[in-house]
């Protein structure tokens, strides 16, 4: 589907086992951006490939026609393709310096991060050929430019990318989505890098790899909501922090995802890494306190 002059999105579904018996129906939107060569921004998970190949020989390109991928961060629902993509089509691949670590090592994402099912959502570890930080900007070709702006929080490296001439602003899993389990490495940074996002000017389309396009009002709509969100879990998380222990752990998320609004049934250790990034912050918070 196009979205703006150069931009077309693709929803890609997979599946996640969250454990041997069961697996939940996801889904990542993936971005091409369309030039003189074709741009993408994330690629999905493993076999997604066929999708991305497929729409492109729907709108008269072939993979060779990619020129880059641009990885907003390194979890298995963006780089699963890339490996596929990249020696299909001899692109390079392009990532925040601090995901190169879980990109090119797979075994390290796990071990780091543990997720039921991994190895099967990535066909292989990428090489990364060029490493982003903030304030970047990739000459795609003359007049289209991308910006990288780093919005750690969801992941260390996460990057969002602003293509200025469409008013495209691409955010990865920056912003959460105030339906769903959230996700992030760290609460406070996610709330800086949503209110960097929220402060820039002339969005016109927020581009989320969790969310459907969201256009001009709507787009900072989403970006408050994600905001107040966050604020409104670490309130909870507050409320509740005297109770946990690592033993009690999977009852104590399942307990605050009910106060928040989520089935507790998606409780899943990537929760767990969320609600103690708050944990972590109320008790610095503390102990500064204590010490003044
Ligand atoms: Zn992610």
């Not at 697996?23 to 030039?35: C, E, H, K, S």
């Not at 396009?213 to 409320?239: F, T």
């Amino acid at each position: 589907m196009q979205i703006t002059e150069h931009v077309h999105t693709l929803k890609i579904p997979f599946k996640v086992q969250i454990n041997a018996a069961q697996a939940l129906d996801r889904f990542a939107y993936v971005y091409l951006i369309y030039g003189q060569r074709v741009y993408l921004v994330d690629t999905g998970v493993s076999g997604s490939e066929q999708a991305i190949f497929d729409y492109l020989k729907k709108t008269g390109w072939k993979p060779k026609d990619i020129d880059k991928i641009i990885l907003t961060h390194s979890h298995p629902d963006h780089i699963g393709a890339a490996l596929a993509i990249k020696e299909a089509s001899s692109c390079s691949v392009l990532a925040h310096r601090d995901e190169i670590d879980w990109i090119e090592d797979l075994d390290k994402q796990y071990r780091e991060r543990t997720l039921f099912g991994f190895h099967s959502l990535v066909g292989g570890a990428v090489k990364v050929d060029q490493l982003l930080q903030n304030g970047d900007i990739i000459n795609l070709e003359p007049d289209l430019e991308l910006e990288v702006i780093h919005t750690p929080g969801h992941s260390r490296g996460s990057i969002s990318l602003f293509l200025r001439p469409d008013g495209a602003l691409f955010s990865g899993d920056v912003v959460p989505l105030t339906s769903d389990v959230p996700i992030y490495d760290d609460f406070k940074d996610s709330l800086e890098s949503i209110k960097l996002l929220r402060n820039l000017s002339g969005v016109e389309v927020l581009l989320s790899a969790w969310d459907e396009p969201r256009h001009a009002d709507s787009a900072y709509k989403a970006m408050e909501a994600g905001l107040a969100y966050l604020e409104h879990i670490h309130q909870v998380v507050a409320d509740n922090a005297d109770s946990y222990s690592e033993g009690s752990e999977p009852r104590w998320c399942r307990n605050i995802l009910e106060e928040v609004g989520i089935p507790p049934a998606a409780a899943n250790p990537l929760v767990g890494r969320s609600f103690k990034s708050h944990l972590k912050l109320l008790s610095n918070s503390l102990n500064q306190k204590k010490h003044n």
